[in-house]
Nanobody, 129 residues
Framework: QVQPVESGGGSVQAGGSLRLSCAASRYTFSWSCMGWFRQIPGKEREGVATFSKGEAYSYYADAVKGRFTISHDRAKNLVYLQMNSLIPEDTGTYYC??????????????????????WGQGTQVTVTS
């Protein structure tokens, strides 16, 4: 059981783009849902985007719909988060995590950090105006 390793964060001006990567283990990839969370100082960790192992279900927070896209390369055990049209409110530490669930449909519901495990160290994203 290897913790995920996130990368790809950085500082970007508003309107710019970043692509985050999460290197997970094959074991983690076998869990029901994988996704991205972010934490802004002073606020709870919030789910940004998730997908189900069977790829039938996904979730996007309202704040990122139309701007962020979650994808993965199962052969390489990688999960990506493409972030476009970034705004200062997207600033925070982004984490990759996975959870078990009774069915893939759970991955389309709003994710709560307490339901997820195998957290990485996170990668910092800073968007300047």
């Amino acid at each position: 059981q290897v913790q995920p390793v996130e990368s790809g964060g950085g500082s970007v001006q508003a309107g710019g783009s970043l692509r985050l990567s999460c290197a997970a283990s094959r074991y983690t990839f076998s869990w029901s849902c994988m996704g991205w969370f972010r934490q802004i100082p002073g606020k709870e960790r919030e789910g940004v985007a998730t997908f189900s192992k069977g790829e039938a279900y996904s979730y996007y927070a309202d704040a990122v719909k139309g701007r962020f896209t979650i994808s993965h390369d199962r052969a390489k055990n990688l999960v990506y988060l493409q972030m476009n049209s970034l705004i200062p409110e997207d600033t925070g530490t982004y984490y990759c995590a996975a959870r078990r669930a009774p069915s893939g449909e759970f991955c389309s519901r709003r994710p709560y950090s307490g339901d997820f495990a195998f957290w990485g160290q996170g990668t910092q994203v800073t968007v300047t105006s």
